[in-house]
């Protein structure tokens, strides 16, 4: 039957190209390579350097093609691809937990007292977990005339949550709608931290407890144990930041390093 075929360049396969030059995508006569681990082999045509990846069995990968010559680097390129997706994501992921978020609690003027300590339980929640909160309170015709009753209202809860929050914006009118927005006094970063190491005390409680009844060599594994989580801890955050500048940065770094052997 007659019909346009699916080339080369359909939708489908452009999703699945390459972000950069790979085998025998690598048009150029002569390329810097480095091998797996970085080292630097020297110049060749990049006919050579297909052939010395392929007896590896991994990939010839374009690192810095503007480079004069090209920058070749012999790896598994699939399995660098997959890794630096797999960090990516992990980033987008990390960045939406530690975004603050503002949550709005209505109330009315004539409010019961109930309904009040549901909603001051809510924003003692979402302050504590590093949250904005925002209160309002809507009038309809006539009450207009209670706002002053509202204002009293707003600002004692803003007291009662001091111990977690401030108050950033005072009470103010919007139209019929009175707003207060209050902020937490941590961070989302903070509030991570502090329940990571909440469970890292628990654990120890619960491994100093199981010691009590085994034998006093179970006391040595508990320190161990200790200072490796105190390790975990404070190293952390800075590892996952650090291999994150590590993917973004990976071609400058490259370029760096030839340029610096070349003088």
């Known amino acids: 039957g007659g019909g346009r075929g699916r080339g080369r360049f359909s939708r489908d396969n452009r999703q699945n190209e390459p972000d950069v030059p790979i085998n025998n995508m690598i048009r150029e006569r002569e390329v810097r390579l480095l091998g797996e681990d970085r080292e630097l082999i020297g110049m060749m045509s990049s006919s050579e350097a297909m052939d010395i990846a392929q007896e590896q069995g991994l990939d010839l ?8 010559p090209p920058v070749c680097r012999i790896m598994d390129y699939k399995k660098f691809k997959f890794d630096g997706d797999k960090k990516a994501k992990e980033a987008v992921k990390k960045q939406k937990t530690l975004q603050v978020t503002e949550k709005e609690l209505k109330m009315r003027y004539n409010i019961d007292v109930a ?3 549901v909603r001051k339980k809510a924003a003692l929640k979402f302050l504590a977990n590093g949250d904005k909160v925002k209160v309002s309170c809507q009038f309809r015709g006539r009450e207009q005339d ?3 009753i509202a204002v009293e209202m707003f600002v004692k809860l803003g007291q009662e949550c001091s111990e977690v ?21 941590v961070t989302k970063a903070q509030v991570q931290s502090n329940r990571k190491r909440d469970k890292i005390r628990q654990n120890k409680a619960a491994k100093a407890s199981g010691a009590l009844a085994g034998d006093d060599d179970a ?20 590892e996952d930041y650090d291999d994150d500048d590590e993917d973004e940065d990976f071609i400058v770094a490259e370029k760096e390093e030839v340029e610096a052997r070349r003088s």
Do not use: H, W
């Open 61 to 68: 990968v374009c690192i810095a093609p503007e480079a004069k």
């Open 115 to 117: 309904d009040y300590n």
């Open 146 to 148: 209670f706002q002053e």
């Open 165 to 185: 929050g401030k108050v950033e914006s005072r009470p103010r009118a919007a139209g019929r709608t009175l707003i207060m927005l209050i902020a937490p006094l």
């Open 219 to 238: 006391d040595d594994d508990v320190d161990d144990d200790d200072d490796e989580d105190d390790e975990i801890e404070d190293d952390d955050d800075d």
